[in-house]
């Protein structure tokens, strides 16, 4: 499938948008199963673009800013996963083993742009302490849109300009090394869950982990009249864990309100003047 320029156009909008509510974290909409999901709406192929979404989440699910650690872009990793299973009929796993160059080299951008703007808090306190909110808020907006822009303009060139190379270049692969990259693109959602287990998993949470696993064994076995299996639809798990989140919001609110009126029984009170 070749993407027009239309369509390339647009995931230089796309790649604009989201990449300014990287930098600010308000919608989250450049984590890869947003961004996908708009990229398959682009491309015209919904199922597409929430497939590779959902491998490509899972894979960059436990990747966040550690210190000065720069994790590969999830941005370009959810865009790129969907572009080259659409233009290279890849599957989605292999699709994301593919990207992980892309992932790259979003990172390096990154990295560039941050070394770039270092002179940037230097003078927003020199604009704060003039109080000059004007200049303020100018220059935020100035280094947020001129990075965003840089970003749309290389997602262009990786998803229009330079498709018929990429193409050529992922085609020319023996089916051997496409099956490495579609194994690899496999183990990686198994990673990314691994990572984020790894800051998350604390005993308080141990028996959720537990529920969760013997929900999907038990779905997993099940199997309808026409032979779908029942966790092909992840509606049930969904509607289980917002039940248990609403438990153990009233469970702990409980007790927060508990332990409120045991402290202001502890201290007196407001009525007996101590």
């Known amino acids: 499938m070749q993407i027009t320029l239309v369509q390339g156009l647009l995931m230089l909008l796309v790649g604009f ?22 990229t398959g709406i682009v491309l ?12 490509a989440e899972l894979a960059y699910l436990g990747m966040t800013n550690v210190g000065g650690t720069v994790p590969p872009d999830p941005l370009f990793a959810g865009i790129m996963t969907v572009v080259l299973a659409y233009t290279t009929g890849q599957t989605p796993e292999a699709a994301l083993g ?9 990172q390096a ?23 000059n909110v004007k200049s303020f808020n100018g220059l935020i907006v100035a280094v947020t849109v001129l990075q965003s822009l840089v970003f749309g303009v290389v997602i ?6 330079l498709q018929a190379p990429i193409q050529a270049f992922v085609n020319a692969f023996p089916t051997w090394v496409t ?3 579609e194994i690899a693109g496999g183990v990686l959602p198994a990673v990314g869950l691994a990572m984020l287990l790894l800051t998350t998993l604390k005993p ?6 537990f529920i969760g696993f013997i929900v999907e064994c038990v779905l997993a076995n099940i199997v309808t009249s026409d032979g779908t299996a029942v966790f092909a639809n992840v509606l049930p798990v969904a509607v289980l864990g917002t039940a248990l989140a609403a438990i153990n919001y ?22 007996d003047g101590i």
């Open 44 to 55: 015209g192929d919904v199922q597409l673009g929430v497939q590779c979404g959902a491998v």
């Open 204 to 209: 308080e949470t141990y028996p959720y982990l």
């Open 17 to 38: 948008i989201c990449s300014i509510d990287q930098q600010t974290e308000a919608f989250y909409w450049f984590r890869p199963m947003v961004a996908s999901f708009f």
């Open 250 to 271: 009233a469970y702990e609110k409980k007790i927060d309100e508990t332990a409120a009126k045991i402290s202001s029984v502890s201290n007196g009170g407001d009525s």
């Open 109 to 131: 951008l990154g990295i560039l742009f941050k070394t770039l703007y270092s002179f940037v808090p230097h003078k927003l306190d020199a604009y704060a302490a003039e109080g």
């Open 98 to 106: 593919l990207s992980y160059p892309f992932a790259l080299l979003a």
């Open 156 to 161: 262009f060139l990786c998803v229009y300009a």
């Open 179 to 181: 099956h490495g990259f």
